[in-house]
């Protein structure tokens, strides 16, 4: 359940396949929202080519709500590793590797001149959740198409992932998205927010003062280089920070962990025998350690895929111990954007 949106899984009764379907209010607080509507279809329909977007299938209209039918994400929200325990939360392996994915998926959004605005580890969902599938973006409520010759200026946003310039009422970019991926990278890595105060007013103080700290408390036994990943888009200046393009070369993202690099040649040496898992699978099974390398390597190399489709029961939404997620804050005052139709 969204803010204005109820998400349901539903089954084509025909193929038996599971989908997700996004109950959307036309009417929001005495409001005609139908256009906004619209526009995140428009925003879903441009992503088509991206693998990291969420597919649209069909779209419904009622006299009251209009209802998008989106490929099922079985995996849910990466929200839910981010606040678990730390045995059950991302390795900083997983974590590349997801990062990866969600630099491909914004790099495409950014080349079409879309800022999404709204990115949070609630918005970027899994295909499947043991083991950790693919990530899927989800959520182009906020969304808005930004244009060299148009400066767009709006208040809007979730909290902890606001941009200064969104605080300073200054242009929106695409790089007031790069700013919300620092922030995704550092609550995947650490499990905790970086900016969160006790109310929305300490945590914009904070991120108005870039109050943040890399300390080896926070980031024991993490590469170096993912800090220096960090420090490369939360920047108080949009015009410094890193693009999508640039993060994806980043040292960071390309080096492989050895034991991963591992498993890549051995994998590769079994790629001849057409078997997915063989036989690198084979180990797999003996020990939790290799499955998480298969699995790895099976990514890279896109040929010893294993896909598994859990379902998400209720009660495994989780409940952060460590810190709390605010709801985005209402917008305070809209200067109207660009909308794609
Ligand atoms: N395709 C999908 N597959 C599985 N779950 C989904 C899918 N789309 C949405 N959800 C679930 O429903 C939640 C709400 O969906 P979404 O964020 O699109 O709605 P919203 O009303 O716009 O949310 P918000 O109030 O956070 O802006 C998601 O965070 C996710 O948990």
Not at 115 to 127: C, E, G, M, R, W
Not at 198 to 227: C, H, M, P, R, V
């Amino acid at each position: 359940r969204g803010k204005f949106a109820v998400v349901k899984k539903y089954m084509k009764r025909s193929t038996g396949k599971e989908y997700a379907a996004k109950f959307m209010r036309k009417r929001r607080k005495g409001q005609d929202c139908r256009m906004e509507i619209i526009h995140e279809i428009a925003v879903l329909e441009l992503a088509r080519f991206s693998p990291r977007v969420i597919d649209l299938h069909e779209v419904y209209e009622t006299a009251t709500e209009m209802i998008l039918v989106l490929e099922y994400a079985a995996g849910g929200e990466i929200f839910n590793q981010c606040v678990a325990d730390r045995d059950e939360a991302f390795k900083e392996e997983e974590v590349k590797r997801l990062m990866r994915q969600i630099l491909e998926g914004v790099a495409f959004l950014h080349k079409n001149n879309v800022v999404h605005l709204d990115l949070k580890p609630q918005n970027i969902l899994l295909t499947s959740a043991s083991p950790v599938g693919d990530i899927k973006i989800v959520d182009f409520g906020l969304s808005r198409i930004v244009s060299s010759n148009e400066e767009l200026r709006e208040i809007m946003g979730t909290p902890e992932y606001v941009a200064p310039e969104i605080l300073n009422y200054e242009p929106i970019s695409t790089a007031t998205d790069m700013w919300s991926i620092g922030v995704l990278a550092y609550v995947m890595l650490t499990g905790t927010s970086p900016f969160l105060g006790d109310d929305k007013q300490e945590t914009f103080l904070n991120i108005s003062q870039i109050n943040i700290s890399y300390t080896q408390e926070e980031f024991e036994g993490i590469d170096k280089s993912a800090i220096d990943f960090m420090k490369m888009l939360l920047i108080k200046e949009p015009e410094a920070r890193a693009t999508a393009e640039q993060c994806r070369q980043h040292l960071w993202l390309q080096q492989l962990h050895e034991d991963t690099a591992e498993a890549l040649s051995s994998c590769e040496g079994s790629s001849e025998e057409g078997s997915p898992l063989s036989p690198a699978g084979e180990a797999a099974a003996q020990s939790q350690v290799a499955e998480e390398l298969i699995v790895m390597a099976a990514y890279t190399l896109g040929q010893c895929r294993q896909s598994e489709k859990e379902s998400m029961t209720p009660d495994q939404k989780a409940i952060s111990k460590r810190f709390k997620f605010e709801e985005p804050f209402s917008t305070l005052q809209e200067i109207p954007g660009d909308f794609i139709y």
